[in-house]
């Protein structure tokens, strides 16, 4: 390891565990200060060590029988992986075939092309989604094998995607008093303004209307609800690839992390303010017990304008109609998941959406700016909405050209064939979507050109399909994304109708290309 990558992962250490950088350097080191260097030092020792043994050599399980041999382990020097992962892993299968091996962040990962897409997303059995994205997410194990994934699952798609026109009601206001504001500051200060702050505090309060109800809609809250989605994003790892000591030494940067943001955001905010909320709001209440096999259901006449809380505890309640203790602390864990679901991919995805539309000519702007209007509706709604076809095209358009590389993952409950090789138990496995999203043979010559009216003929921004993958495909596909791609539109049109972005410098710059979705690009 060179002596300036230590010291700047050392510094990184002692700042993640709240000393001021300046202030660990500039002090003469006494007796104390050198043994905490010292305890600092043997856990870092321990932990790279438990970061290196896990290199271990792979082996089959043993519980599939055939002559099929393992892909070829590829070195792909970590330099490439994080600035250059499109070209750094195209190059890889292109060299040693449809599925290949590679390290990353101390772990060892299959890459596949997409003739595989099919066999990874329709066999749940072997290719698990619940798996791989608690690896991935650097989850905790409690949440493999619990109803966690199913319970979210069923929460969006039961509780949110149904009361899509009740929600764009109750949330449009949001989206149009802040674009008049956030325009107004830019105007005002003569200053550029952050859009992923804009786009993450409407959303946060949108969200926050749909999970509680509009009573619980504060400053507070709206903090608290902003704070938590960073953190969670924060702690699943979104950020990681950005940080030098992250990468190298993921497991004592997941410790320090999750140890951190736990105890500060979720245990003294979370609970300290929402959890009682929750509890008062759910223990105050009977509910009509809501079939579990067929949530979707619901035949109360009220419950239409219910907020997302007490849709799921509906799942939750007893015979009498009561939610036990445990039930409400699930119920927190959820809509805390809720909430971290729905704020930052969906804010992060605007940033696209706008700064692409920022760097197109004049008239493509005007033309998504009209497309709202035209749909011939007398106000805004989500039909409204769903039919701004040009703006819909931008935002497919966007989502499918962005460049996505490894942003699927699966992972192997058994060791399972692929093709002619086989994917040893418990590793993760990744489509490289790029290969998929820019394929001639299914886009044509275009593939990799930036057409703002490819789809207003249709299908539509949200239809997930095997050729376009920003919101995955089969069984576990995004549920939440109707509600993504209409908060996009409300946030891109209220911008629009009143302001003409513009980027600085007329362009903009990708900070990582390896997690395009989740972290924005900047001016
Ligand atoms: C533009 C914004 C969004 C993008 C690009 C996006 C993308 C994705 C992707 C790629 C997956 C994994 C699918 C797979 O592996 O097959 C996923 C899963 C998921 N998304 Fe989204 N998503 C977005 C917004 C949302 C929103 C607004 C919500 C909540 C309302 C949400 C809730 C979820 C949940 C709960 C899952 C886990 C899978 C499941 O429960 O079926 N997402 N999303």
Same mark, same amino acid.
């Given at each position: 390891?060179?002596?300036s =990558?230590?010291?700047? +992962?050392?510094?990184?250490? /002692?700042?993640?565990?709240?000393?001021?950088?300046?202030?660990?350097w500039?002090?003469?080191?006494?007796?104390?200060?050198?043994?905490t260097?010292?305890?600092?030092?043997?856990?870092l020792?321990m932990?790279i060590? +438990?970061?290196?043994?896990?290199?271990?050599?792979?082996?089959?399980? !043993?519980?599939?029988?055939?002559?099929l041999?393992? $892909?070829?382990?590829?070195?792909?020097p970590?330099?490439?992986?994080?600035?250059?992962p499109q070209e750094?892993?195209?190059?890889?299968?292109?060299?040693?075939?449809p599925?290949?091996?590679?390290w990353?962040k !101390?772990?060892?990962?299959?890459?596949?092309?997409?003739?595989?897409?099919k066999?990874?997303?329709?066999n749940?059995q072997?290719?698990?989604?619940?798996?791989?994205?608690?690896?991935? @997410?650097?989850?905790p194990?409690?949440f493999?094998?619990?109803?966690?994934?199913?319970?979210?699952?069923?929460?969006?798609? !039961? !509780?949110?995607?149904?009361?899509?026109?009740?929600?764009v009601?109750?949330?449009f206001?949001?989206?149009?008093?802040? %674009?008049?504001e956030?325009?107004?500051?830019s105007e005002?200060?003569?200053q550029?303004v952050?859009?992923?702050?804009?786009?993450?505090?409407?959303?946060s309060?949108?969200?926050?209307?749909?999970?509680?109800?509009?009573?619980?809609?504060?400053?507070?809250?709206?903090?608290?609800?902003?704070?938590?989605?960073?953190?969670?994003?924060?702690?699943?790892?979104?950020?990681?690839?950005?940080?030098?000591?992250?990468?190298?030494f993921?497991?004592?940067?997941r410790?320090?992390?999750?140890?951190?943001?736990?105890?500060?955001?979720?245990?003294?905010?979370?609970?300290?303010?929402?959890?009682?909320?929750?509890?008062?709001?759910?223990?105050?209440?009977?509910?009509? $017990?809501l079939?579990? %096999?067929? $949530?979707?259901?619901?035949?109360e006449?009220?419950?239409r304008?219910?907020?997302?809380?007490?849709?799921?505890?509906?799942?939750?309640?007893?015979?009498?109609?009561?939610?036990?203790? /445990?039930?409400?602390?699930?119920?927190?864990?959820?809509?805390?998941?809720?909430?971290?679901?729905?704020?930052?991919?969906?804010?992060?995805?605007?940033?696209?959406?706008?700064?692409?539309?920022?760097?197109?000519?004049?008239?493509? @702007?005007?033309?998504v700016?009209?497309?709202?209007?035209?749909?011939?509706a007398?106000?805004?709604?989500?039909?409204?909405?769903?039919?701004?076809?040009?703006?819909?095209?931008?935002?497919?358009?966007?989502?499918?050209?962005k *460049?996505?590389?490894?942003?699927?993952?699966?992972?192997?409950?058994?060791?399972?064939?692929?093709?002619?090789?086989?994917?040893?138990? *418990?590793? @993760? =496995?990744?489509?490289?979507t790029?290969?998929?999203?820019?394929?001639?043979?299914?886009?044509?010559?275009t593939?990799?050109?930036?057409?703002?009216h490819r789809?207003t003929?249709?299908?539509?921004?949200?239809?997930?399909?095997?050729?376009?993958?920003?919101?995955?495909?089969?069984?576990?596909?995004? $549920?939440g994304?109707?509600?993504?791609?209409?908060?996009?539109? +409300?946030?891109?049109?209220?911008?629009?109708?009143?302001?003409?972005?513009e980027?600085?410098?007329?362009?903009?710059?990708?900070?990582?290309?390896?997690?395009?979705?989740?972290v924005?690009?900047?001016?």
């Amino acid at each position: 390891m060179d002596a300036s =990558v230590s010291r700047s +992962m050392i510094l990184q250490l /002692l700042v993640a565990l709240g000393e001021s950088s300046n202030a660990v350097w500039l002090r003469v080191p006494t007796f104390i200060q050198m043994s905490t260097y010292l305890i600092i030092a043997c856990i870092l020792t321990m932990l790279i060590l +438990m970061t290196t043994c896990s290199r271990k050599r792979v082996k089959l399980s !043993g519980t599939v029988h055939h002559p099929l041999r393992l $892909p070829p382990i590829v070195k792909i020097p970590s330099s490439e992986i994080f600035t250059r992962p499109q070209e750094a892993y195209e190059s890889a299968l292109r060299d040693h075939g449809p599925v290949v091996g590679a390290w990353r962040k !101390g772990r060892l990962e299959y890459i596949v092309g997409p003739e595989f897409t099919k066999d990874l997303f329709s066999n749940d059995q072997e290719f698990s989604f619940e798996d791989g994205v608690a690896t991935i @997410l650097n989850l905790p194990s409690i949440f493999r094998g619990s109803r966690f994934f199913k319970d979210v699952h069923l929460m969006i798609s !039961g !509780g949110v995607i149904p009361k899509m026109e009740e929600i764009v009601d109750k949330i449009f206001p949001i989206f149009q008093r802040q %674009a008049k504001e956030f325009v107004r500051q830019s105007e005002t200060s003569g200053q550029p303004v952050d859009l992923f702050e804009h786009s993450h505090r409407c959303i946060s309060e949108a969200m926050l209307i749909v999970a509680l109800g509009q009573h619980h809609v504060n400053e507070q809250n709206i903090k608290l609800t902003e704070e938590v989605a960073h953190a969670i994003a924060i702690m699943t790892g979104i950020y990681q690839n950005t940080s030098p000591f992250a990468r190298t030494f993921p497991v004592c940067w997941r410790i320090i992390t999750w140890g951190r943001l736990v105890c500060e955001v979720i245990l003294a905010k979370y609970c300290r303010i929402i959890l009682p909320i929750i509890w008062k709001e759910v223990r105050s209440r009977r509910y009509k $017990p809501l079939d579990n %096999a067929s $949530p979707e259901q619901t035949d109360e006449e009220d419950s239409r304008d219910d907020p997302l809380l007490h849709y799921i505890a509906r799942i939750y309640a007893d015979g009498q109609g009561k939610v036990s203790f /445990l039930g409400v602390v699930w119920l927190s864990i959820l809509i805390l998941a809720f909430i971290f679901a729905s704020v930052h991919q969906t804010a992060s995805v605007v940033v696209w959406v706008m700064f692409e539309l920022s760097t197109r000519p004049e008239e493509e @702007l005007s033309a998504v700016a009209d497309s709202v209007d035209n749909t011939g509706a007398h106000r805004l709604s989500y039909e409204s909405l769903r039919r701004a076809s040009t703006l819909d095209s931008f935002v497919r358009e966007v989502l499918r050209f962005k *460049g996505d590389t490894l942003s699927l993952t699966r992972e192997t409950t058994r060791d399972v064939p692929l093709g002619e090789f086989v994917i040893p138990k *418990g590793h @993760l =496995v990744l489509p490289l979507t790029t290969l998929t999203h820019q394929s001639q043979s299914i886009y044509g010559d275009t593939a990799t050109t930036f057409d703002a009216h490819r789809w207003t003929e249709g299908p539509p921004a949200s239809m997930v399909s095997l050729n376009y993958l920003p919101f995955g495909v089969g069984r576990w596909a995004c $549920p939440g994304r109707i509600l993504a791609i209409t908060e996009i539109k +409300m946030i891109v049109s209220t911008l629009v109708a009143i302001a003409t972005p513009e980027l600085e410098g007329g362009k903009y710059k990708v900070v990582d290309p390896l997690n395009i979705t989740s972290v924005p690009p900047v001016e």
